[in-house]
């Protein structure tokens, strides 16, 4: 079945050291999206691509990072967690339509990062 | 004021009920609009799109009042599984969704 896969499922990490979460999906969409989501709050973008094409939301710190090696993976590099980095990761993907308006966005199972 | 708001609830009802949440958005320009429904310590899943003409997909059904600013989600004869978090989205334009934070919904026997 086509879907979107995040390793690891579950990611704990010390006060300031790096971490890398990953997505990988086989449903061959041009659109991959990062959110950070805390308990009962909306999913909060964190950036973007379109293809190779790297869109950072004004407010992601820059303690944030994302690479899109190819269409299909995309990595999430947090360089120096802080305890108010602890959340789940989601990445998403969708297809952008001709017109620039995207369709549905298909979520993975998320990473959950705890900061000790 | 947030760009997507809705209640947070929770909303408490019976088996058989009828539930509706209401989701208010707050561009004007915004395109398309969404429900996800999110289990506890689980991703987004769609739900359904909403089209401006309304659209119903079984017990669920969605509408869109452009000029009110508001997308709307019916749930009828609940089910015990229906219980979740409601989440609806908002597309803006060009790729980016908002999300609102959900309306939890409790259906008890």
């Known amino acids: 079945d086509a879907m979107v896969i995040q390793n690891p499922r579950y990611q704990v990490t010390q006060f300031g050291k790096p971490v890398t979460l990953s997505c990988s999906q086989t449903?061959?969409?041009?659109?991959m999206y990062w959110y950070q989501q805390k308990s009962s709050q909306a999913p909060k973008l964190l950036f973007h691509?379109?293809?190779?094409?790297?869109?950072n939301e004004a407010d992601t710190p820059d303690n944030f990072q994302s690479r899109r090696p190819n269409t299909s993976f995309c990595f999430l590099d947090i360089r120096s967690p802080g305890l108010g980095d602890a959340a789940m990761y989601l990445c998403?993907?969708?297809?952008?339509?001709?017109?620039?308006?995207?369709?549905?966005?298909?979520f993975g199972p998320g990473t959950r990062l705890t900061v000790l | 004021r947030k760009e997507v708001e809705q209640d947070p609830g929770p909303f408490n009802v019976p088996e058989g009920a009828t539930v509706a949440f209401n989701c208010t958005y707050s561009?004007?320009?915004?395109?398309?609009f969404f429900w996800y429904r999110q289990d506890c310590r689980k991703e987004p899943k769609l739900l359904m799109s909403?089209?401006?003409s309304g659209n119903e997909d079984g017990r669920f059904t969605a509408q869109l009042n452009r000029a009110s600013q508001y997308i709307s989600l019916l749930i009828r004869d609940s089910k015990l599984s229906d219980s979740a978090t409601y989440l609806c989205?908002?597309?803006?334009?060009?790729?980016?969704?908002?999300f609102g934070a959900g309306t939890r919904l409790f259906v008890k026997a």
């Open positions: 998403a993907t969708s297809r952008a339509k001709n017109s620039g308006r995207v369709n549905e966005q298909f």
């Open positions: 449903l061959n969409h041009n659109v």
């Open positions: 691509y379109y293809d190779k094409d790297f869109n």
């Open positions: 561009n004007s320009a915004s395109q398309s």
């Open positions: 909403v089209y401006s």
């Open positions: 989205a908002v597309n803006t334009g060009g790729f980016k969704t908002i």
